[in-house]
C-alpha cells in the first residue's frame, strides 16, 4: 500500500508513505529489493530505489548479493545505481564489469556510480573501458573525464579527436568528438591547442575532410574557455 501511488496523492503524502518505509528499515529490505524485480511500473521502481537509498549502509550487503543473481536489464541498472549512491570506492570492483554489460542503459548507470565513487582509480577504470563500452556510453564516460579533470586521459583523448577513431557510425562519431571537445575545454590544458584549433579551422578542400559543424562549434568553445584560465 505504501508503495502505491494513490489518486490525487500530494507530494507531502508521498514523502510520508517513503519515510514510513524508511522507519522499517532493514525488515523490509529483502521484500522491496524483491519487488523491484517484479514490479512493472516504473514509478514504483523509483520509489523503491528512493526508500532502499535512504535506508543506506544497511542495505549494501543485500545489494551485492543480489548483484550476482540474474535478473531483469532494469532491476540489475537500479541496483547498480543503488551502489554508486550508498556504496564507496570498496565497491569499485564489483561494478567494474557493469561496464561490459550488453545493455547501454546497465553500462551508463556503471558509469555514475563510478564517477560517484570518485577519486583516481574511477578515472583509470573509466579510460581502460572506453573503447569496450557502447558508442552510447562513449560520450558519457568522455564528459565524466571533463568534470573530473582527469588529466590522464588527455593524450588519448587529443589522439581520438585527432585520427576520429571513436564511433561506429557518423552519428555517434560526432556525438562523441563534440563531448571531446567540451572535455577538454574544461579540462584547460594548453597541450589541447593544437588539434582543437585544427578542428575549428579545417576547411573541406584538397582532399582535406571537415569535422561536422557540431564538432568544429564545439572545438571553439573549448578554445575559448582554454585560453580564459
Not at 25 to 40: A, F, K, P, Q, V
Not at 86 to 99: Q, R, T
Request: glycine fraction near 8%; proline fraction near 3%; hydrophobic fraction near 40%.
Amino acid at each position: 500500500m505504501l508503495l502505491k501511488e494513490k489518486p490525487g496523492q500530494s507530494q507531502k503524502d508521498g514523502e510520508a508513505d517513503i519515510y514510513s518505509l524508511v522507519i522499517l528499515g532493514t525488515t523490509t529490505i529483502e521484500r522491496l529489493l524483491d519487488r523491484l524485480r517484479e514490479s512493472h511500473n516504473r514509478q514504483e521502481r523509483n520509489r523503491i530505489v528512493q526508500v532502499v537509498a535512504r535506508i543506506g549502509e544497511p542495505a549494501l550487503q543485500s545489494i551485492v548479493e543480489r548483484l550476482n543473481q540474474e535478473g531483469p536489464w532494469y532491476y540489475i541498472r537500479n541496483l547498480v545505481l543503488l551502489l554508486g549512491r550508498i556504496g564507496n570506492v570498496g565497491h569499485m570492483a564489483l561494478v567494474e564489469p557493469f561496464l561490459d554489460d550488453s545493455d547501454f542503459r546497465i553500462q551508463r548507470e556503471a558509469v555514475l556510480a563510478i564517477q560517484n565513487f570518485g577519486g583516481e582509480k574511477a578515472g583509470k577504470v573509466l579510460l581502460n573501458r572506453l573503447d569496450r563500452v557502447s558508442d552510447e556510453t562513449k560520450p558519457m564516460i568522455i564528459s565524466v573525464f571533463g568534470l573530473m579533470n582527469y588529466r590522464d586521459a588527455l593524450p588519448y583523448l587529443i589522439m581520438s579527436l585527432e585520427n576520429r577513431s571513436l564511433g561506429q557510425t557518423k552519428a555517434a562519431s560526432v556525438e562523441i568528438n563534440a563531448k571531446i571537445c567540451e572535455a577538454l575545454g574544461r579540462m584547460g590544458d594548453a597541450k589541447a591547442l593544437p588539434v582543437l584549433e585544427k578542428v575549428a579551422r579545417t576547411r573541406g578542400f584538397l582532399g582535406l575532410k571537415t569535422y561536422d559543424p557540431k564538432v568544429k562549434t564545439a572545438a571553439e568553445k573549448a578554445l575559448t574557455e582554454i585560453c580564459r584560465k
